[in-house]
């Protein structure tokens, strides 16, 4: 079971990335998928949601920026990053969740800085 992160990046503020997910080893299309992040020196805290159904949740500072998908097909997950300021610096993971099993990827840095 793996989750592969993609899209590490030194972005300027007001800039855009992609970040992607790649699943293996697991039915994808079951699995709750999540982006959460970590900045330094605070506690992991969720990014955004996809459920297995399609529903979809954003923390409140990232709403209108973020825009979280998933490509069942190919067992990805994707979270769009528009207009990125410098507090959304962190390092952000890939999550998937179904029932009690929950799976973690590597982590990949994003750095928002002029």
């Known amino acids: 079971v793996q989750l592969q992160t993609f899209g590490r990046g030194l972005v300027q503020p007001g800039g855009s990335l992609r970040l992607s997910c790649a699943a293996s080893?697991?039915?994808?299309?079951?699995?709750?998928m999540g982006w959460y992040r970590q900045a330094p020196g605070k506690q992991r805290e969720l990014v955004a949601v996809i459920t297995s159904g399609g529903r979809i949740n954003y923390a409140d500072s990232v709403k209108g920026r973020f825009t979280i998908s998933r490509d069942n097909a190919q067992n990805m997950v994707y979270l769009q990053m528009n207009s990125l300021k410098p507090e959304d610096r962190a390092v952000y993971y890939c999550n998937a969740v179904a029932g009690l099993r929950t799976v973690w990827g590597q982590g990949t840095l994003v750095t928002v800085s002029s």
């Open positions: 080893g697991i039915i994808f299309s079951i699995y709750n």
